[in-house]
């Protein structure tokens, strides 16, 4: 649905239910009148509906992703425009279907029919809402006082990407790491997993994950988008498990219907570049006592493969001048004393994962991928082309701070730059600003 249609279906909506005017609790949004029901109960808590900054998500060439906290009761919105001052802005609810979302916690909008390559303008916002048994009564709408603003991808995008991973809710490497990101203005980050500290058992776990993710830095995402990409403990505990309620999966008319589970994979164009995201899941084999029983990742690989053995073969991916591959756990690996995800091992954790190297690498090849970029060992190391595998593996680093850099492990920021020499590749350390490495793709 576009936005235009978006908005009008919401116009007819509280048409029909007779609203009236209502005020609204602060800002606002001109054009947009503050409605309540009639028969509206009254406001029952005074107090700031919206609980956050926005956080932009799953950024594509025609549609993004919103999410924010609330404090109560309320359905969000997303206002949008193509001007600064916010001139001919459309309003965008949540949900899908007949129902828009009504929840007490968090709000997610996903905003579609956008050009691409575009610069647009937006603000959060919602309603407060309260249900008298069946009935949902609108109390007031509330939008947030501040405008940011992101740009869609396409082919005609600019500008550059950076990957972040392994920041594990550890304040100290996630704020250099923020910091370093806030430095560099890249156009979209991908965060490649690992965004979980050790696990979210509930809901508030995964807010302060995902949401409010460090105290410094509450504006984290509203201003460009990041691309989530699971690492293995973000399948841990039990909230994690239904992780597209807050990091929402990836819309359905981007991928073809038999892969319509494959919420996280994307192929999304950022200039001359193919951005390939893929997930490599849990990092032991499905049948590990560490699991009860109740995973299934093995399948799920299988099923990414056939997807990206379609995607190489779009013009998404064929046309682009430069292809980068990014998933969590590391795709090679020159030491064969080291667990490589594919054994039943209770003492080791897989340093990296065969059967997706086996799986992925002839397509890499095939599509002539120029870089893989991983992560899950918290320790940035390059490994060049070799004997059988052409393309560049990179493994960053995490949320590990060692002094000296013993070990090559300190957080990492790989910035990926379109330059007209080529695709220039630049790993900053976070702790000291430091270029660690760098190299141009021609
Ligand atoms: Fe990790
Ligand atoms: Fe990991």
Not at 34 to 49: C, D, F, H, I, Y
Not at 134 to 154: M, Q, V
Not at 277 to 284: A, F, N, Y
Request: glycine residues 10%.
């Amino acid at each position: 649905m576009a936005i235009d249609d978006a908005m009008m279906d919401r116009r007819s909506f509280l048409s029909r239910l007779g609203t009236g005017v209502f005020a609204a609790a602060f800002g606002g949004a001109a054009g947009f009148p503050k409605r309540a029901n009639a028969e509206s109960p009254g406001t029952a808590s005074p107090g700031r509906l919206l609980a956050s900054a926005p956080v932009l998500q799953n950024a594509a060439e025609t549609s993004i992703g919103v999410s924010f906290a609330v404090n109560a009761l309320a359905s969000g919105w997303v206002e949008i425009s193509k001007s600064p001052d916010m001139s001919g802005a459309k309003r965008v609810y949540s949900g899908t279907g007949g129902l828009m979302d009504v929840n007490d916690r968090f709000a997610l909008v996903r905003i579609r029919g956008l050009r691409p390559a575009t610069r647009y303008w937006y603000r959060i916002g919602a309603d407060r809402m309260e249900f008298k048994r069946y009935r949902p009564f609108n109390l007031a709408s509330e939008a947030d006082g501040k405008i940011h603003s992101f740009t869609t991808l396409g082919p005609g995008a600019g500008g550059s990407f950076c990957v972040i991973a392994d920041t594990h809710q550890r304040e100290p490497a996630l704020g250099m790491t923020l910091a370093k990101l806030q430095e560099l203005k890249p156009s979209v980050v991908i965060w490649n997993g690992d965004a979980t500290g050790n696990f979210n058992t509930t809901l508030d776990d995964a807010m302060k994950t995902f949401i409010h993710v460090h105290p410094d830095y509450p504006e984290y995402a509203a201003d460009t988008p990041w691309m989530f990409v699971n690492g293995n403990h973000d399948f841990r505990g039990l909230f994690n498990r239904h992780l597209q309620d807050l990091m929402m999966f990836r819309e359905l008319d981007e991928r073809a219907g038999r892969y319509a589970s494959l919420g996280r994979n994307f192929v999304q164009r950022l200039g001359d570049i193919a951005l390939i995201g893929l997930d490599t899941g849990e990092d032991k084999p499905d049948a590990h006592p560490y699991f009860g029983g109740v995973v299934k990742f093995e399948p799920y690989r299988r099923l990414q493969t056939r997807w990206l053995a379609d995607m190489i073969e779009t013009p998404a991916v064929k046309t682009a001048k430069f292809k980068v591959a990014f998933c969590h756990i590391p795709l090679s690996d020159a030491n064969p004393a080291h667990n490589a995800g594919d054994e039943i091992d209770m003492e080791r954790a897989a340093e990296w994962h065969r059967p997706c190297a086996q799986m992925w690498g002839p397509l890499f090849e095939k599509a002539g991928v120029n870089l893989v970029v991983t992560g899950h060992t918290h320790r940035f190391r390059v490994d060049p082309p070799c004997m059988g595998r052409t393309w560049t593996h990179m493994v960053s680093g995490g949320c590990d701070i060692w002094e000296k850099g013993a070990k090559r492990k300190f957080p990492t920021v790989i910035e990926g730059l379109q330059t007209p020499d080529g695709l220039h590749i630049r790993v900053h350390n976070a702790t000291n600003g430091k270029i660690e490495y760098e190299r141009t793709f021609t």
